[in-house]
């Protein structure tokens, strides 16, 4: 059985220091991430769906630290655009984690095409990446601390089974997360 969405995030944060950038998908993830662990160095993306992955992307273009965005398959579904530039751009610094849960988790859990038809690994490596798809909790943790010591860009499709963990909402104003992320990654 795959795990949950949650699990995936914990293990995330269990394997990065004070150094790495975690940006986060719309939606639950962010709440996810933020109950886990907060730190200034999350950016929790509260609007603009599917754009994690392009977020992710500038912030690993223009800083040296490794840069992991927490994107989910309906969002990359949405911006399958993304895939074709994080391939052409190809930062060293930058793991893209895509959950695929094959469910648009936070709108009610209606299924995407990655339960039928699309297969995700097979889109990025088709663009130009080093895709990997786990199915388990211990697959997906060796596979993001191989990928934290590689010099060179990673997408890791974790599969996941549809679930949103009960959180409560990110209680710090937005614009407080954004200067306070923006003063974190400008002292490095």
Request: charged residues 35%; proline residues 0%.
């Given at each position: 059985m795959y795990p949950k969405r949650i699990d995936i995030i914990k293990k995330i944060v269990e394997n990065v220091g004070d150094k790495e950038i975690i940006v986060s998908n719309i939606g639950f993830p962010s709440k996810e991430l933020y109950f886990v662990k907060d730190r200034e160095r999350n950016f929790y993306m509260l609007g603009s769906m599917g754009l994690a992955s392009s977020i992710g992307l500038g912030l690993a273009l223009n800083c040296e630290d490794k840069v992991i965005a927490i994107d989910g398959d309906g969002s990359i579904l949405m911006n399958l655009g993304s895939l074709s530039t994080i391939g052409y751009l190809n930062p060293k610094n930058y793991i893209l984690v895509i959950i695929d849960n094959s469910a648009y988790g936070s709108t009610g859990n209606q299924k995407t095409?990655?339960?039928?038809?699309?297969?995700?690994?097979?889109?990025?490596?088709?663009?130009?990446?080093?895709?990997?798809?786990?199915?388990?909790?211990?697959?997906?943790?060796?596979e993001f601390k191989k990928a934290l010591n590689e010099n060179k860009c990673k997408v890791i499709i974790a599969k996941t089974i549809p679930y949103n963990e009960k959180c409560p909402n990110i209680e710090i104003p937005p614009v407080v997360l954004k200067y306070r992320f923006m003063e974190a990654i400008k002292r490095s």
């Open positions: 095409h990655t339960n039928k038809t699309t297969n995700l690994e097979e889109v990025a490596k088709g663009c130009g990446l080093d895709a990997v798809t786990t199915k388990s909790l211990e697959e997906f943790e060796k």
